[in-house]
């Protein structure tokens, strides 16, 4: 029983949304009152910490949907001031392709935001772009989950393993560059193919002609832009660390996909468009607006994320200005929840479309407009948010528990794999980080809670500790493609709440094909290291 307890926490959203095809504020909703139940009888959490981490969760949703509501409120701006129509006409000016604007706005706009925000930011910003470029909006939010992926590894300023890796025996700035170089090289062969997997995914899921064609002929260019992108990640991670690899090696990537769409070099002559929403129709009038002027919103969200980040004393006021951490939740000690309103990328992405208001040269009552057709979307994520994050939290603080011999789940659940499926461990490490992402929805969390574990059984094992904990932070990177809370966010921002089962449904392969190539990858990488 106490096996199916601390397995419900993955069996039950996957039987509610996934084969029942339930709306997640229905789903999740049901899957948190079954869980929660079984955690207080059978795993015996104890009812203040229960009552305690089910707040937590409920805390935690509300700075998501911050996150949300920037990333929204910001798009509606854009759309009010015509910025949008003028960025889709410079992705069309670059190629009318849409796999070559999938790999472009998705991958490596995507890449770019996740190395510099993070926390499901990406999918919420690339999501709504690739819908106004006239993407079905269940293709816009799959391939924005699913291009979301290997630059997870180092997002929000190399945050999954500066804090993820940071409860490790000999962490420190040594371990986390050794990770690091050790996860870019994994890419070599992983990275490199994730953008023709999102051409894959794109032309078979929602092309309306059945048949390779369409998919070889990408081939060539889709693995120039992976292969440029993890090349470069490598060289940076061995220059610089873990920080600034996704920040670079996405704009490296995005220069070279640009440079050679624009000459249409290794491209096929024909540009394809079969995922076309039905009646979409391209705006034939030229904006007045300037290119830069358009882009500029987008601009001041990376540069206003690196100033909060890299800069100590911006860092600092922003961490401290406006907090609404909540501390020692129900006065149960270790349990709480940061919310640094300033900090977050919600109020980066806020801040980015008032600006734009007068950059752009509209009133204020334009950003008020759009906040107003912003708050139903986030409404309705809510529903789904809430019941997720508390099911979370009950089983990330299950180690509150009155039982004396039994752990946290998420420890429990590594231990049960590590004791039976050690010999194999290079291909089992990044599944653990899948599941670590697709409960927490954090590819930190993930690594943060599962990496002291993957550290002791490379130990036991004799494997290099380094390579095991790349592959697990790979593998958590990877379960940003399925983790609940982001395919809310996703389908939240393109339109699609209560068909979160029909996105997971199109993710989960790809999710788990990365963790087969991470563990192709990490042997091979195995026997040179030996």
């Given at each position: 029983m106490e096996f199916l307890t601390a397995f419900s926490a993955i069996i039950l959203p996957f039987i509610f949304l996934v084969l029942l095809r339930m709306p997640a504020k229905k789903g999740m909703l049901y899957s948190a009152i079954i869980f929660i139940t079984l955690a207080y009888f059978v795993w015996g959490v104890e009812g203040m910490p229960l009552f305690a981490s089910i707040f937590e969760g409920f805390h935690q949703a509300f700075t998501i949907l911050f996150i949300l509501l920037g990333a929204i409120v910001l798009l509606n701006t854009l759309r009010q001031t015509g910025a949008v129509d003028r960025i889709n006409e410079g992705f069309r000016n670059i190629s009318s392709?849409?796999?070559?604007?999938?790999?472009?706005?998705?991958?490596?706009?995507?890449?770019?935001?996740?190395?510099?925000?993070?926390?499901?930011?990406?999918?919420?910003?690339?999501?709504?772009?690739m819908v106004a470029l006239g993407f079905t909006p269940l293709a816009a939010a799959t391939t924005a989950l699913i291009a979301d992926s290997t630059s997870v590894s180092f997002g929000a300023v190399g945050t999954p393993v500066l804090v993820g890796l940071g409860n490790v025996e000999n962490a420190g700035r040594e371990l986390f560059q050794e990770v690091a170089i050790r996860t870019t090289m994994m890419d070599l062969l992983v990275g490199t193919l994730v953008p023709f997997i999102l051409i894959?995914?794109?032309?078979?899921?929602?092309?309306?002609?059945?048949?390779?064609?369409?998919?070889?002929?990408?081939?060539?260019?889709?693995l120039m832009i992976g292969f440029t992108y993890s090349v470069s990640?490598?060289?940076?991670?061995?220059?610089?660390?873990?920080?600034?690899?996704?920040?670079?090696?996405?704009?490296?990537?995005?220069?070279?996909?640009?440079?050679?769409?624009?000459?249409?070099?290794?491209?096929?002559?024909?540009?394809?468009?079969?995922?076309?929403?039905?009646?979409?129709?391209?705006?034939?009038?030229?904006?007045?607006?300037?290119?830069?002027?358009?882009?500029?919103?987008?601009?001041i969200v990376v540069?206003?994320?690196?100033?909060?980040?890299?800069?100590?004393?911006?860092?600092?006021?922003?961490?401290?200005a406006v907090d609404f951490t909540w501390n020692n939740i129900f006065g149960v000690e270790g349990i709480t929840s940061n919310w640094e309103v300033l900090y977050s990328p919600g109020a980066v992405l806020l801040l980015a479309a008032l600006i734009s208001v007068y950059t752009?040269?509209?009133?204020?009552?334009?950003?008020?407009?759009?906040?107003?057709?912003?708050?139903?979307?986030?409404?309705?994520?809510?529903?789904?948010?809430?019941?997720?994050?508390?099911?979370?939290?009950?089983?990330?603080?299950?180690?509150?528990?009155?039982?004396?011999?039994?752990?946290?789940?998420?420890?429990?659940?590594?231990?049960?794999?590590?004791?039976?499926?050690?010999?194999?461990?290079?291909?089992?490490?990044?599944?653990?980080?899948?599941?670590g992402s697709f409960i927490t929805g954090s590819a930190t969390v993930s690594t943060l809670t599962f990496s002291p574990i993957q550290f002791n059984v490379a130990a036991q094992t004799g494997l290099d500790s380094n390579l095991v904990l790349a592959q697990q932070l790979g593998g958590s990177a990877a379960g940003n493609m399925i983790c609940v809370h982001n395919v809310v966010a996703a389908a939240a921002v393109v339109g699609m709440v209560g068909r979160e089962g029909d996105i997971i449904r199109k993710t989960i392969l790809p999710a788990l094909l990365y963790g087969l190539l991470l563990g192709i990858a990490g042997s091979i990488l195995y026997l040179f290291i030996m």
């Open positions: 392709d849409m796999r070559v604007q999938v790999i472009i706005v998705a991958f490596l706009f995507g890449g770019l935001i996740e190395g510099a925000a993070g926390f499901g930011t990406p999918a919420a910003v690339t999501g709504p772009l894959v995914v794109l032309t078979v899921a929602f092309g309306k002609k059945k048949g390779l064609s369409s998919v070889m002929s990408m081939l060539p260019w889709s990640a490598y060289v940076y991670a061995v220059l610089f660390g873990p920080e600034f690899i996704a920040i670079l090696a996405s704009l490296t990537g995005l220069a070279v996909a640009t440079i050679t769409a624009r000459k249409n070099f290794l491209l096929p002559e024909e540009p394809w468009q079969d995922a076309l929403e039905e009646g979409f129709e391209v705006k034939e009038a030229k904006s007045d607006m300037s290119l830069l002027s358009a882009w500029s919103p987008y601009f540069v206003l994320l690196l100033l909060t980040r890299i800069v100590d004393p911006v860092q600092e006021f922003t961490q401290t752009q040269r509209q009133t204020i009552g334009t950003f008020g407009k759009a906040f107003k057709q912003s708050m139903p979307t986030v409404q309705g994520a809510a529903l789904a948010l809430l019941p997720t994050l508390a099911l979370v939290q009950v089983f990330t603080n299950s180690d509150f528990n009155a039982t004396a011999h039994l752990a946290s789940m998420p420890e429990y659940i590594a231990e049960v794999m590590a004791a039976s499926l050690g010999g194999v461990w290079l291909f089992v490490a990044p599944y653990l980080g899948i599941l």
